[in-house]
């Protein structure tokens, strides 16, 4: 098992493009989140869903977009870069609420 | 909505010390768990807690959830260089959401 990977892991973005932050898990959780986290900060959830074709918002939606088309993936897409979006962002996966969660390794993300 | 404060958030020690990180919800929790989140690295699940009460230990860990389910702690005993890092609580409400805290930093020094 893999486990949760998420690509790429460093990314310079410059003021108002766009990429997706790409995440798949192979542990076949039903539950998929995505978390920033600013330098010396906390997790802030961006969006988490709970099943295939199921998404919601949580803390700190804008300025992001997801989609889960499939159980495995879970992609978070950035439209028009901020500096404010300058951060570490994680993927993680769990079974259900409640359950252990399983984070990616991170995706480092500079906006200039 | 449910809010999870987790104090300090920045605790140093002389190796050997002990450390205490507290967090505390506004609601009752159906149950909390513990991350350890090392520089550079990803939070990495380290227990979970369900019963009113409940103690567990992991070796020099210690791990508590208050009577009421509002509140846990984790101790290390006699830290080491090791035990660096971020620990992140994270409550799971009766409405099926989890939220984490902020995190304690822990920095030992040797």
């Known amino acids: 098992n893999a486990g949760v990977t998420q690509t790429p892991k460093f990314r310079i973005l410059k003021i108002g493009q766009s990429m997706t932050l790409q995440c798949a898990q192979d542990?076949?959780?039903?539950?998929m989140y995505w978390y920033r986290q600013d330098p010396g900060m906390g997790l802030k959830l961006i969006y988490y869903s709970v099943g295939a074709g199921i998404t919601d918002k949580g803390e700190v939606p804008n300025g992001y977009n997801v989609s889960r088309s499939t159980t495995e993936d879970f992609p978070l897409r950035l439209e028009l870069a901020a500096p404010s979006q300058t951060s570490v962002y994680f993927c993680?996966?769990?079974?259900?609420?409640?359950?252990?969660?399983?984070f990616g390794e991170g995706s480092w993300l500079t906006v200039v | 909505g449910q809010q999870v404060m987790q104090i300090p958030q920045y605790q140093h020690v002389q190796e050997g010390e002990d450390f205490t990180t507290y967090c505390n919800s506004s609601?009752?929790?159906?149950?909390i768990q513990w991350y350890k989140q090392r520089p550079g690295g990803h939070p990495v699940f380290l227990i979970q807690?369900?019963?009113?009460?409940e103690v567990k230990k992991q070796k020099r860990l210690t791990f508590q959830f208050g009577e009421a389910k509002k509140n846990s702690s984790l101790h290390i005993t006699a830290t080491q260089t090791t035990d660096v890092g971020t620990y992140f609580c994270?409550?799971?409400?009766?409405?099926?959401?989890?939220?984490f805290g902020d995190g304690t930093t822990l920095t030992v020094k040797p």
């Open positions: 609601t009752t929790l159906s149950n």
């Open positions: 993680a996966s769990s079974y259900g609420a409640g359950n252990t969660i399983y």
């Open positions: 542990m076949n959780h039903n539950y």
């Open positions: 807690l369900v019963k009113s009460g």
């Open positions: 994270a409550g799971l409400t009766n409405a099926g959401k989890s939220t």
